[in-house]
């Protein structure tokens, strides 16, 4: 088991940058895959991306270029660098785990992209 607190999130302008980071509650050396959903208003949560234990990363097609994932499993946390910024971004930003089959999830960090 293990929770996650997301943080990070804010208003910034179109174009702009944020790091979303999600800390992990117990080491996350052996956790295989982390990554990020987003859910905006009134749409289904979606993939963003995702990072494994051998740092092997996807992302989704609306973010690729522009987000960076990384893992940092001396300080059990996961970030998201989110580059160029657009209004279509504006979501809140989730950060999961899967743990033996199992997937545990924060309780999310809204960004929001607006001039």
């Known amino acids: 088991q293990v929770q996650l607190v997301e943080s990070g999130g804010g208003l910034v302008q179109p174009g702009g940058s944020l790091r979303l980071s999600c800390a992990a509650s117990?080491?996350?050396?052996?956790?295989?895959?982390m990554g990020w959903y987003r859910q905006a208003p009134e749409k289904q949560r979606e993939f963003v991306a995702r990072?494994?234990?051998?740092?092997?990363?996807v992302y989704a097609d609306s973010v690729k270029g522009r987000f960076i994932i990384s893992r940092d499993n001396a300080k059990n946390t996961v970030y998201l660098q989110m580059n160029s910024l657009k209004p279509e971004d504006t979501a809140v930003y989730y950060c999961?785990?899967?743990?033996?089959?199992?997937?545990?999830w924060g309780k999310g960090t809204l960004v929001t992209v607006s001039s």
């Open positions: 999961y785990a899967g743990v033996q089959g199992t997937s545990y």
């Open positions: 990072i494994t234990s051998g740092f092997g990363i």
């Open positions: 117990r080491s996350i050396d052996s956790i295989y895959t």
